[in-house]
């Protein structure tokens, strides 16, 4: 698959990271080594709720993730940078890279740019794992994700047929327009990682902070890559970027794309 590039697209947040084997003494008490190595990018330090484990699993009625029942994380910690707009997530069984357009009109810093940054953190984590004897970093999962802020509304409601190719609206209805619009799609992805990898694409309204509507599309790849090495999860997250950008252009009408800047 060739490589496809957007110069201007449209998205407002990336996410990029693994999950692996639980890592139970890598706990708030212990990080202030990895925080040493992070400080001067990303100098603050916030604390989340966890996110649950969860792996791909057989398709179901309903049904195509399963939810691991291990002990959940303590604690997620945000490494922010000085503007807010770059994250590292980190807690004991996944590490995500996130850049988020914090600013209106902030410049997404590319695809290229985000993997060398997860490919660094993901280095000064295995570094600092085996410096401190905490274990080892075994991924069982890699995720890339894709928000994008696209102009969907009309003055009448929610044009969908503006936002998705091939949507044929709703013209005959009686009340025209829908006021709002959700969408979920689930796609099978066969030349990346071990089986099953699947894509993930979702129209999802929202309000801006001026109280304009907007539709929130965000594409997902995930799944476990083919062994449980760096190198793997690299390649898997290269590959489900090409799908990604590949299904963003399909699933979009044609003269959106001069607007977003299309280079093949």
């Known amino acids: 698959m ?5 110069t201007n697209p449209p998205v407002v947040e990336m996410a990029l990271g693994v999950q692996f084997r639980p890592l139970f003494h890598l706990r708030g008490i212990v990080l202030g080594g990895l925080r040493d190595r992070w400080r001067e990018t990303y100098p603050h330090v916030e604390e989340q709720p966890p996110l649950p484990p969860s792996i791909e699993g057989p398709v179901g009625p309903g049904i195509n993730l399963q939810i ?3 002990p959940v994380p303590n604690a997620r910690y945000w490494f922010v940078s000085e503007t807010g ?16 357009d914090v600013e209106a009109g ?5 695809y290229d740019v985000m993997i060398e940054r997860f490919d660094r953190a993901l280095a000064d984590l295995g570094g600092f794992v085996e410096q401190e004897q905490l274990g080892q970093i ?3 999962q890699a995720e890339l994700n894709y928000i994008n802020d696209v102009e969907a509304p009309t003055k009448d409601g929610v044009g969908l047929d503006k936002l998705l190719r091939g949507w044929p609206g709703t013209p005959q209805h009686h009340l025209g327009q829908p006021a709002q619009a959700r969408l979920q799609l689930s796609f099978d992805v066969p030349d990346v990682g071990h ?9 999802e309204p929202t309000l801006r ?9 965000t594409l997902s790849v995930r799944g476990a890559p083919v062994d449980d090495s760096a190198a793997a999860a690299l390649k898997f997250l290269d590959g489900a970027h090409d799908h990604l950008v590949q299904s963003f252009l399909e699933l979009t009408p044609e003269n959106m794309h ?5 280079k093949t």
């Open 138 to 140: 075994v991924i069982t």
């Open 209 to 217: 902070v001026d109280g304009e509507q907007r539709e929130l599309m």
């Open 2 to 6: 060739g490589r496809i590039k957007l």
């Open 195 to 203: 089986p099953p990898v699947r894509m993930f694409v979702s129209v």
């Open 85 to 100: 707009a770059d994250i590292i997530q980190l807690q004991n069984d996944r590490i995500v890279v996130n850049w988020r």
């Open 68 to 70: 691991g029942f291990g």
């Open 106 to 110: 902030e410049r997404y810093p590319r």
């Open 258 to 262: 001069a607007t977003w800047g299309l």
